[in-house]
RNA sequence: GGGAGGAUUCCCGAGUGGCUAAAGGGGGCAGACUGUAAAUCUGUUGUCGACGACUUCGGUGGUUCGAAUCCACCUCCUCCCA
């Protein structure tokens, strides 16, 4: 099917996310009409889905747009099991509540990518047939047809042969083959998308559906997120890049793609936007302190998209009254003290911690030391320093932590 | 089941009785330079009532004036053989 008159596969390829395709004229061919039903799993591992996630829901979108049927597979049984895949270690084992809740977690937030109102996309959870196989059965009906010689091969698990690859994590890739040749049957499910550590894992599913079905499927999985050097996008100082609000406010999400590095928009720009690629040709053509104007749309674009309009200008405007100048801002981070402890004075370090803005009274003595708090614009520079009401014209104090990182503090 | 090796501060990784809050690198944070970028340079990176004190080197107990370093037991991991 085409968008804009264009064919959608072509539209993933130009955009860059195609990886690997197991058949690319084949797949082509499949999705020239429209209605063709196809599925990613997500395995609710924690309870926010994070950027390398939107990679997959932005190319649901397109598919959805083209007219194709999107299957959002919760993998509810996979997670119990854990995806060896692209990991270094076991994973902690997380209890069946855990991974219940996270699912429903990640329903919501695919929700705003991915049309799932009257049929347009499906979403279920593989739990609803992992968890109640027979383990004989299971093992005869379909762990006959993998080769154990095969699977140490499949890269996913060479890796871990030095560091030890346990029984439970052996089994994912049958498990996820396994939900394909389930979506086979029930949905006709020919297609399965994911990222390209999971090539493998969508190997063994197309092959065992020509083993038991003898139909046939196909497979092809997106470039991973990543820098320029290669290295993961999305990772802050606390961790992933999430899509949860709570986890990530949404300034701190716009700040992140407002900062990502120069060489780095372009792609961004084609990956998780959903701009014209005249426009994105031209806002990735612009050089030297003109690639600020590629960034602001950038920021704004993924921002829209994952927390919506109003909180993507929200950030805007946020970042340009930090940054424009005044530096200060109403919904800038917050924290509030009694008036009568003020007047008690209050010592700036127990209020840096408090605020979160250092993780210890220590690293908060050493950032003074070293020139890197304002007080009201003002350098600090004694570390033993107390606020007073005086402090706080028009009731509010106001912090900054290096360039970047500001702080309102207000009384009660 | 038998044998060998290992567990160090956010990560990797030195350290094998006092000179060790613990080398070096990575990462983080801050300063300079800048474009809210990168690169580069500099400082910093256990905690606290802070020129001092306290707590860290898988866990527990022991030897010693003194242990991350020695001993015993335990837990976990890796490798070789079965």
Same mark, same amino acid.
């Given at each position: 099917m085409f968008t804009n008159g264009t064919h959608v596969y072509d539209v993933l390829a130009e955009r860059g996310y195609?990886?690997?395709?197991?058949?690319a004229d084949a797949v082509r061919d499949l999705l020239s009409r429209p209605g063709v039903t196809f599925y990613i799993g997500f395995d609710p591992t924690a309870d926010s889905l994070h950027v390398g996630h939107l990679l997959q829901l932005m190319v649901m979108a397109h598919m959805q747009r083209a007219g194709h049927r999107p299957i959002a597979i919760l993998g509810v049984g996979t997670a119990m099991v854990g995806? !060896?895949?692209?990991?270094c270690d076991m994973r902690r084992m997380l209890t069946q509540a855990d991974i219940e809740y996270n699912a429903g977690r990640f329903r919501k937030q695919m929700e705003r990518l991915v049309d799932f109102r009257d049929g347009r996309a499906l979403m279920a959870s593989n739990g609803d047939w992992l968890?109640?196989?027979?383990y004989i059965a299971f093992l005869r009906d379909i762990g006959a047809h993998f080769s154990v010689n095969r699977m140490l091969t499949a890269d996913c698990y060479r890796q871990r042969m030095e560091h030890g690859l346990t029984f439970l994590e052996f089994n994912y890739m049958i498990m996820q083959s396994y939900d394909f040749l389930h979506l086979y049957r029930a949905?006709?499910?020919?297609l399965q998308l994911g990222g390209d550590d999971q090539w493998s894992n969508i190997l063994g599913g197309i092959d065992l559906i020509r083993r038991k079905d003898g139909g046939e499927a196909y497979g092809m999985t997106f470039r991973l997120l990543?820098?320029?050097?290669g290295r993961k996008m999305g990772k802050t100082e606390r961790g992933a890049l999430w899509l949860d609000p709570e986890r990530t406010s949404p300034y701190e999400f716009h700040q992140y793609w407002r900062n990502v590095d120069d060489a780095d928009v372009a792609n961004c720009l084609r990956l998780l936007t959903f701009l014209p690629m005249d426009r994105v040709r031209e806002l990735s053509a612009l050089q030297g302190e003109a690639v600020n104007e590629a960034k602001k749309v950038l920021a704004y674009e993924v921002t829209a998209l994952v927390h919506g309009e109003e909180a993507a200008r929200e950030a805007e405007r946020q970042a340009e009254a930090l940054f424009g100048?005044?530096?200060?801002?109403?919904?800038? !981070?917050t924290t509030v003290l009694e008036r009568t402890k003020v007047a008690e004075g209050v010592g700036l370090l127990d209020v840096l911690a408090a605020a979160g803005l250092v993780s210890s009274k220590s690293e908060g003595r050493r950032l003074i030391a070293q020139g890197g708090l304002t007080l009201n614009g003002e350098p600090v520079t004694d570390p033993n320093r107390t606020l007073e009401i005086?402090?706080? !014209?028009?009731?509010a104090a106001y912090l900054r932590k290096g360039k970047k990182i500001h702080h309102r503090v207000v009384l009660e």
């Open positions: 195609i990886a690997q395709v197991t058949d995806d !060896p895949s692209g990991k968890l109640g196989l027979n949905y006709g499910c020919r990543t820098t320029g050097d100048g005044a530096g200060r801002s109403e919904t800038m !981070p005086g402090d706080f !014209p028009e009731g």
